[in-house]
């Protein structure tokens, strides 16, 4: 992965560039043991929190539902990051695998389990809720869709709201992919996530 976007350190900051930066360092991210680095060495902002700062206004409010839905939800630790392997498997994003295979190791995630969504596989997983929870994110990371069987299952083992925030957390993580891919120039692996061939054919 080549970054596209320069990095900035805190002194480069404008006034609300540094109140995203803030809310991401200083928030709920940044409580207790860190599983991966937020900052490099020189301060600056990694991964796809880097590309937030163009637009504050925005970044503000796109880093909070990040916040959200990982701090406050009524999803369990291990959905959640499961939920997350099957986005980063599906894009195939590098920095989301490694970051959040960090934070699923912290939260009682086995290698084994971790692999097998790494390849796009769903593990044996011991509780039953969390098969049907990985089965729905990986349902609407590939095809932004549920069945009827798909829907009442998920409803059945999450709840409504438990639903609810597993779309808005499989669609900002596929939103955090697309951006490691146009701003950090991070590039899939073959077979997982690729990226369509063009729609504009050569020239003869």
Known sequence: ???????????????????????????????????????????????????????????????????AVRYHSVLSDRVRELAILAVAAHWGSDFEREAHEAVGRACGLTDEEMAAVRAGGLPELADAGEGVALRAATALAASGALTDEEYDAAVTALGERGLFELTVLVGYYAMLALQLRVFAGERPESGLGEAPASRHPASP
């Open 1 to 67: 992965m080549t970054d596209r976007l320069a990095g900035m350190t805190p002194d480069q900051l404008t006034n609300e560039q540094a109140e995203v930066y803030r809310a991401i360092t200083v928030g709920p991210r940044a409580a207790g043991p860190q599983a991966f680095a937020l900052v490099d060495e020189k301060g600056c902002l990694r991964g796809p929190f880097n590309a937030m700062l163009l637009s504050p206004p925005v970044g503000l409010r796109v880093q909070a539902v990040g916040a």
